[in-house]
């Protein structure tokens, strides 16, 4: 094989390889967390992958997420939805990063620093997909 041969065997092979890396977990789809007026908790049903609000030093911050999550049954062929906890995470200044759930679906953190903090979950097969999250603050 020619070299011009190669380079054209391993382009082509390339390009077919490309969608095997595809993820569904490349959509981001944000929204704002905005505790209502007199209220300690944010509720959000929807589609969205992070959530991204503003905290103070020392609160006690809770979530809870869960998710409709689609389970293939090979026995019948079917797929079939429930509803399932998510794992939920967050991000927030200087590097920070949590990620411990006390229980599926809850995640409770003290705010280290005053600032913007964004809350995702896994697994990511679960991105797009209907959720309620729940997000308080003390």
């Known amino acids: ?9 391993v382009a082509a092979l390339a390009g077919f390889a490309a969608p095997a890396f595809a993820s569904a977990c490349d959509k981001v789809v944000v929204a704002r967390i905005k505790m209502p007026a007199g209220q300690k908790c944010w509720t959000y049903r929807g589609a969205a992958t992070a959530f991204v609000g503003d905290f103070s030093h020392g609160q006690t911050i809770s979530a809870q997420m869960t998710g409709e999550q689609a389970e293939y049954d090979p ?26 759930a006390e229980a599926p679906g809850a995640l409770t ?10 809350f995702s979950f896994s ?15 003390k």
């Open 1 to 9: 094989m020619t070299a011009i041969g190669a380079l054209s065997l």
């Open 75 to 100: 026995r019948s062929g079917e797929v079939a939805t429930a509803w399932r906890p998510r794992d939920p995470n967050v991000e927030g200044p200087g590097g920070f990063f949590f990620g411990d």
């Open 109 to 118: 953190f003290v705010v280290p620093a005053n600032g913007t903090y964004r």
């Open 123 to 137: 697994p990511c097969a679960m991105w797009g997909a209907p959720g309620a999250v729940r997000i308080c603050a």
